[in-house]
């Protein structure tokens, strides 16, 4: 990774890792900050990154500015999302004192985070692990593939949707008195019905504080959408050209937002943020990215978990396992094993902790075999 001053988590808990620094904000734990509110301690954004956009007043008329109403905060995150993300357990992981660092850089600069390493080293949990602890709501999830575009993550329009529905109004509307319906029972071709905001669009609608974006396995996407990004990023804001155009005789819109059962206003077909949103960028790094991408975001690296952060995720998955011996002799056999096959992902790991002690696999001869196969490279190297 070139372009970018690079940081490296090693995921270990040795050390400094257990104090707090006392700048931070985020602690890294992933446990609801306690008689703290994050508005009360968030410093300003820097001049370059203060954003000053607003939702329409409830008469459709806001003024643009400063004082014009938010967006309600962010619904709660799911529940079973957030065990089945982090994990279960009350006790807080082990903060890694790099990645608590750049978090909360990027909280405080409001800037993207990109996030790169192998695959299963953590990186989509940090976003859920940051939304949580700093109660920050529903995390937005851009999944991100070779087809997906800038336009997929800021809105769609069913362009073809609203036609038909048009035409259906028109065709009922004329049909004739008496018949089995009538206008009233028609489809709605009312363009809001017809838009709603992707992931990076809802996370950029004027929210008192930052939400949270995790744009997850960024280096699948195409070679133009990092550059695409770039003036979003910027700007911490864009314009929806379909509702720009009605904005002489229809200045303020109502469309649906990626949150579910959410309508949001849209004015002048502009949405524009107040907090810029805390946005982690996931990749494998499997590519590399162009220096005006890389300039706008601080850049962690997430090596391969040791030991210890081995035992606090088994710990967190599955509860505390101490006293079973099998626990600990499966997680150094992991790590060594990681270490030979150029890194696992910690998920097969729980898969080999459930297998051994949940009473579901009878161990047998063939454990060995079974071991290896749950183990298996990551790069498509078979064994010989």
Not at 37 to 42: I, S, T
Not at 161 to 173: E, L, N, V
Not at 192 to 221: I, M, N, W, Y
Not at 323 to 341: G, T
Request: net charge negative; hydrophobic share 40%.
């Amino acid at each position: 990774m070139t372009g970018a001053a690079q940081f490296e988590g090693n995921g270990t808990g040795a050390g400094s890792a257990r104090l707090p620094r006392p700048w931070w904000i985020y602690r890294g734990t992933g446990l609801p900050l306690r008689d703290i509110e994050l508005a009360d301690v968030l410093p300003p954004a820097p001049p370059w990154r203060t954003f000053t956009g607003s939702a329409a007043s409830a008469d459709g008329h806001g003024d643009g500015g400063v004082g014009a109403p938010l967006e309600p905060p962010a619904p709660p995150q799911d529940e079973a999302e957030l065990r089945r993300r982090l994990g279960a357990t009350r006790e807080g992981m082990v903060a890694d004192p790099t990645e608590v660092d750049l978090v909360n850089a990027a909280l405080i600069l409001r800037r993207p985070l990109l996030v790169t390493g192998r695959p299963g080293t953590g990186k989509s949990s940090l976003a859920y692990r940051i939304s949580r602890e700093l109660g920050l709501g529903r995390v937005l999830r851009w999944p991100v593939t070779s087809r997906t575009t800038l336009s997929s993550g800021l809105y769609r329009y069913d362009a073809v949707g609203r036609i038909h529905a048009a035409a259906t109004s028109d065709s009922r509307a004329a049909a004739p008195a008496g018949g089995p319906s009538g206008a009233a029972d028609a489809p709605s071709s009312d363009i809001g019905a017809f838009l709603e905001l992707g992931p990076l669009g809802t996370a950029l609608l004027p929210h008192a504080l930052p939400r949270v974006l995790l744009v997850d396995e960024f280096d699948k996407s195409d070679m133009d959408l990092p550059n695409d990004l770039l003036d979003v990023f910027e700007a911490g804001e864009f314009t929806i050209p379909e509702l720009a155009r009605l904005r002489g005789h229809r200045p303020v819109v109502q469309v649906r937002s990626d949150d579910p059962d959410r309508t949001v206003a849209v004015r002048d077909g502009r949405v524009r943020c107040r907090e810029f949103p805390l946005v982690v960028i996931t990749s494998n790094d499997e590519r590399e990215f162009p220096p005006a991408f890389l300039r706008r975001c601080l850049h962690l690296h997430v090596r391969e978990p040791e030991r210890d952060r081995l035992a606090d995720i088994v710990t967190a998955h599955l509860g505390s396992r101490d006293d079973d011996p099998r626990v600990a002799e499966l997680i150094r056999l992991f790590a060594e094993r990681s270490a030979q096959e150029n890194g696992l992902a910690t998920d097969q790991l729980l898969n080999s902790i459930w297998l051994a002690t949940s009473g579901a696999y009878s161990r047998g001869a063939d454990w060995e075999a079974l071991l290896r196969a749950v183990w298996h490279r990551l790069d498509g190297v078979r064994e010989p």
